[in-house]
């Protein structure tokens, strides 16, 4: 069986996986800072962490956001 490329758009920019990527594997291939404080969002809604196993697909669109603490 041929091995399928997926385009998924990651902060803005299109990059080619392999077909079955999930998120916990996007996250460890581009090298997200603080992966346990990370916030991720695929075509604008949020994922929890329990789904984060599941696969993405061709033409997903997806965001890594940090929800800083602090203020007065």
Same mark, same amino acid.
Do not use: C
């Given at each position: 069986?041929?091995?399928?490329? !997926?385009?998924?758009? *990651?902060?803005?920019?299109?990059? %080619?996986?392999? /077909? ?17 404080? !990370?916030?991720?969002? *695929?075509?604008?809604?949020?994922? %929890?962490?329990? /789904? ?21």
């Amino acid at each position: 069986m041929e091995d399928r490329i !997926v385009k998924i758009t *990651v902060a803005g920019k299109v990059k %080619e996986y392999q /077909d079955g990527l999930n998120i916990t594997q996007l996250i460890e291939k581009e090298n997200v800072e603080t992966p346990e404080y !990370v916030t991720v969002s *695929v075509n604008d809604e949020f994922v %929890e962490r329990v /789904d984060f196993e599941k696969a993405l697909k061709d033409g997903d669109e997806v965001e890594f956001l940090y929800f800083m603490g602090g203020g007065r």
